[in-house]
C-alpha cells in the first residue's frame, strides 16, 4: 500500500469516479482534497462530501501541498495541477492506479479477478467469457450493461459506469447482496488496475486521442501491461504486443489473434459467415475449437471475442469441450450486431455503448444480406455516452448510402441538422425507443429495421 494515515492525496476530476476514489481513500488517510475539475458537480454534492471530512475545491491548487496526485488518465496533461506536479516531483497516480491500492485492501482469496479493456469488443468478450465461465464457476461481470450475476441470471444493478472507480463499488455492492462468487469480470476503459490476476487487452485497433489530444488511448492501455501484478496473467490481441514490443518476464503472456496466424497461442485457421475454426497451443494443450454459422446474430461480428474469450478461458483450464459447446449455444449480445422479429419486420439490432460509423457500416452490408427493404435508425444517446458519435462521419455515412435505404431516422440533437441532406428521406427522434417506434411506422411486415445508436443499454 502506497498511502498511510497520515498521506495528503488530491483526487482530481470528480465527475469520472473521482469522488468513489476520494470516499475510499478518506478511509485510509486522514486528508483527501477532491478536486472538481470540469466544474460539473453541484454544490449538494461538494457539501455531503465535505460532510464527510474531504475537502473540496473547483480550483487547481498547489501540488506541493500534497503527497500524491491522482489524476484520470484522459485528463488534460497540460491542467495546472499536473504541471505544477511534475515541476515540483510530486509523484501522480491515474485513477487505475489508485484504485489498484485501494483493491489491494479487499478479500478476494480464492477468487479469480478479472480486468479486460480495449477499444473494441470489451462488451461482448466480457459476456462470452462469463458465459463459458460460468458452466462451471459461479460469475459476476461487470460491463457497460450492467452488474450482472451468471449465477442467477439477473441484473444486479444498471447504470455502473466501467471507470476505474466502479469496481469497488461493483464489488460493494455484491458484498451488500451477499453474493458469493468464484470469478469477477470487470471490463473497464483506458487500462488495468493492477490487481487482477488476468488482464486482457481485447484490442487497440482504431486507436485515438486522449487527454486534449496529448496523448494515445494505446498508451493508457498499455499500463494493463505495466502495472500488472507479477505472477499475473495476461491474454492480449498480437496488435496490441506488436505494438507495444517487449513484454515483462515476470508474467505470463498468452497471444491471440482475431486472423490468421500461427505465431500466436490462439488464432483463427478460418472465418466467415458460414462458420470458424479456431486453433490453440498452450503449453502442452493444442487443438481446434469449431464456430458454426449463427442465425441470431452476425459470427464475423464477434470473431475478436471468439479468438479473445476462448484464450482467457483456456488459460484458465476451462475444457476446450465446454468452450466450444457454449459458442454454439451462444445468440449473441443484445445491441450487438443481433437478430430478430418485431411486429413483422426484422430488427438488426446494433445499438450499443461503442458503435460508431465502422460498425453502422458492417451492420448494412450484414442487413443487406436478408434483401428487404431498409430503414435505418442512426445517431447518438448524448446525454449518456460522454464520446458521442462523430457527426461529420455521419453526414458522410448519409451522402454515401442514404441511396440504399428507405429512410434514414436520426437520434440526437447534434444529428438534426443532416435532415436538411433530403427531407423526403431523412426524419428524426429524441432516443431510441422514439426512432425504433417511428421506424415501424415506416415499415411493413419482411421489411428490415436496422437499429445503430450509440448508447448504454
Same mark, same amino acid.
Given at each position: 500500500?502506497?498511502?498511510?494515515?497520515?498521506?495528503?492525496?488530491?483526487?482530481?476530476?470528480?465527475?469520472?469516479?473521482?469522488?468513489?476514489?476520494?470516499?475510499?481513500?478518506?478511509?485510509?488517510?486522514?486528508?483527501?482534497?477532491?478536486?472538481?475539475? %470540469?466544474?460539473?458537480?453541484?454544490?449538494?454534492?461538494?457539501?455531503?462530501?465535505?460532510?464527510?471530512?474531504?475537502?473540496?475545491?473547483?480550483?487547481?491548487?498547489?501540488?506541493?501541498?500534497?503527497?500524491?496526485?491522482?489524476?484520470?488518465?484522459?485528463?488534460?496533461?497540460?491542467?495546472?495541477?499536473?504541471?505544477?506536479?511534475?515541476?515540483?516531483?510530486?509523484?501522480?497516480?491515474?485513477?487505475?492506479?489508485?484504485?489498484?491500492?485501494?483493491?489491494?485492501?479487499?478479500?478476494?482469496?480464492?477468487?479469480?479477478?478479472?480486468?479486460?479493456?480495449?477499444?473494441?469488443?470489451?462488451?461482448?468478450?466480457?459476456?462470452?467469457?462469463?458465459?463459458?465461465?460460468?458452466?462451471?464457476?459461479?460469475?459476476?461481470?461487470?460491463?457497460?450493461?450492467?452488474?450482472?450475476?451468471?449465477?442467477?441470471?439477473?441484473?444486479?444493478?444498471?447504470?455502473?459506469?466501467?471507470?476505474?472507480?466502479?469496481?469497488?463499488?461493483?464489488?460493494?455492492?455484491?458484498?451488500?447482496?451477499?453474493?458469493?462468487?468464484?470469478?469477477?469480470?470487470?471490463?473497464?476503459?483506458?487500462?488495468?488496475?493492477?490487481?487482477?490476476?488476468?488482464?486482457?487487452?481485447?484490442?487497440?485497433?482504431?486507436?485515438?486521442?486522449?487527454?486534449?489530444?496529448?496523448?494515445?488511448?494505446?498508451?493508457?492501455?498499455?499500463?494493463?501491461?505495466?502495472?500488472?501484478?507479477?505472477?499475473?496473467?495476461?491474454?492480449?490481441?498480437?496488435?496490441?504486443?506488436?505494438?507495444?514490443?517487449?513484454?515483462?518476464?515476470?508474467?505470463?503472456?498468452?497471444?491471440?489473434?482475431?486472423?490468421?496466424?500461427?505465431?500466436?497461442?490462439?488464432?483463427?485457421?478460418?472465418?466467415?459467415?458460414?462458420?470458424?475454426?479456431?486453433?490453440?497451443?498452450?503449453?502442452?494443450?493444442?487443438?481446434?475449437?469449431?464456430?458454426?454459422?449463427?442465425?441470431? %446474430?452476425?459470427?464475423?461480428?464477434?470473431?475478436?471475442?471468439?479468438?479473445?474469450?476462448?484464450?482467457?478461458?483456456?488459460?484458465?483450464?476451462?475444457?476446450?469441450?465446454?468452450?466450444?459447446?457454449?459458442?454454439?449455444?451462444?445468440?449473441?449480445?443484445?445491441?450487438?450486431?443481433?437478430?430478430?422479429?418485431?411486429?413483422?419486420?426484422?430488427?438488426?439490432?446494433?445499438?450499443?455503448?461503442?458503435?460508431?460509423?465502422?460498425?453502422?457500416?458492417?451492420?448494412?452490408?450484414?442487413?443487406?444480406?436478408?434483401?428487404?427493404?431498409?430503414?435505418?435508425?442512426?445517431?447518438?444517446?448524448?446525454?449518456?455516452?460522454?464520446?458521442?458519435?462523430?457527426?461529420?462521419?455521419?453526414?458522410?455515412?448519409?451522402?454515401?448510402?442514404?441511396?440504399?435505404?428507405?429512410?434514414?431516422?436520426?437520434?440526437?440533437?447534434?444529428?438534426?441538422?443532416?435532415?436538411?441532406?433530403?427531407?423526403?428521406?431523412?426524419?428524426?427522434?429524441?432516443?431510441?425507443?422514439?426512432?425504433?417506434?417511428?421506424?415501424?411506422?415506416?415499415?411493413?411486415?419482411?421489411?428490415?429495421?436496422?437499429?445503430?445508436?450509440?448508447?448504454?443499454?
Amino acid at each position: 500500500m502506497l498511502f498511510n494515515s497520515s498521506s495528503r492525496i488530491a483526487v482530481l476530476d470528480l465527475t469520472h469516479g473521482g469522488a468513489v476514489i476520494a470516499r475510499k481513500l478518506k478511509k485510509i488517510t486522514g486528508s483527501v482534497t477532491a478536486i472538481d475539475v %470540469y466544474r460539473k458537480l453541484s454544490p449538494e454534492l461538494l457539501d455531503k462530501l465535505e460532510s464527510e471530512g474531504i475537502k473540496t475545491s473547483r480550483e487547481s491548487l498547489k501540488a506541493s501541498d500534497f503527497d500524491f496526485i491522482i489524476a484520470p488518465v484522459h485528463l488534460d496533461s497540460h491542467y495546472p495541477m499536473l504541471l505544477d506536479a511534475a515541476a515540483n516531483n510530486i509523484p501522480v497516480l491515474s485513477h487505475h492506479q489508485a484504485v489498484g491500492q485501494i483493491l489491494s485492501g479487499y478479500d478476494l482469496k480464492n477468487k479469480t479477478l478479472i480486468e479486460l479493456t480495449g477499444t473494441k469488443a470489451k462488451t461482448s468478450t466480457t459476456i462470452l467469457l462469463a458465459d463459458i465461465l460460468s458452466k462451471e464457476k459461479k460469475v459476476i461481470s461487470h460491463t457497460s450493461r450492467g452488474l450482472e450475476d451468471w449465477s442467477t441470471g439477473t441484473i444486479i444493478r444498471k447504470g455502473l459506469s466501467i471507470t476505474p472507480a466502479s469496481i469497488p463499488a461493483a464489488l460493494d455492492t455484491v458484498d451488500d447482496a451477499g453474493i458469493e462468487f468464484d470469478v469477477f469480470i470487470s471490463e473497464i476503459s483506458l487500462g488495468g488496475t493492477g490487481s487482477a490476476d488476468l488482464g486482457i487487452i481485447t484490442t487497440i485497433a482504431n486507436d485515438y486521442k486522449i487527454a486534449n489530444n496529448t496523448r494515445l488511448a494505446s498508451e493508457a492501455k498499455r499500463r494493463m501491461i505495466l502495472d500488472a501484478r507479477s505472477g499475473s496473467v495476461l491474454v492480449v490481441n498480437n496488435d496490441a504486443l506488436r505494438f507495444f514490443g517487449a513484454c515483462r518476464r515476470d508474467i505470463n503472456v498468452i497471444s491471440f489473434t482475431d486472423s490468421v496466424n500461427a505465431s500466436c497461442n490462439v488464432y483463427y485457421e478460418s472465418m466467415d459467415c458460414k462458420g470458424a475454426t479456431l486453433a490453440y497451443f498452450l503449453g502442452n494443450k493444442h487443438g481446434k475449437i469449431y464456430i458454426r454459422e449463427a442465425a441470431d %446474430y452476425d459470427i464475423t461480428s464477434y470473431k475478436t471475442a471468439f479468438v479473445c474469450a476462448t484464450a482467457a478461458a483456456l488459460t484458465l483450464d476451462i475444457d476446450p469441450g465446454a468452450i466450444e459447446r457454449t459458442l454454439l449455444e451462444f445468440k449473441g449480445a443484445q445491441g450487438r450486431m443481433t437478430k430478430k422479429p418485431l411486429d413483422g419486420r426484422m430488427l438488426i439490432d446494433n445499438s450499443n455503448s461503442g458503435m460508431d460509423i465502422r460498425t453502422a457500416e458492417k451492420a448494412l452490408d450484414y442487413s443487406k444480406n436478408d434483401g428487404g427493404r431498409i430503414v435505418m435508425v442512426l445517431g447518438e444517446e448524448a446525454k449518456e455516452v460522454c464520446e458521442g458519435l462523430d457527426p461529420s462521419g455521419v453526414d458522410r455515412f448519409i451522402h454515401k448510402h442514404i441511396n440504399e435505404l428507405a429512410a434514414i431516422i436520426l437520434v440526437g440533437e447534434r444529428m438534426r441538422p443532416f435532415i436538411e441532406i433530403d427531407p423526403t428521406k431523412i426524419h428524426h427522434a429524441n432516443d431510441l425507443p422514439g426512432g425504433i417506434e417511428l421506424a415501424k411506422s415506416l415499415t411493413k411486415e419482411k421489411d428490415i429495421i436496422l437499429s445503430c445508436v450509440k448508447c448504454f443499454r
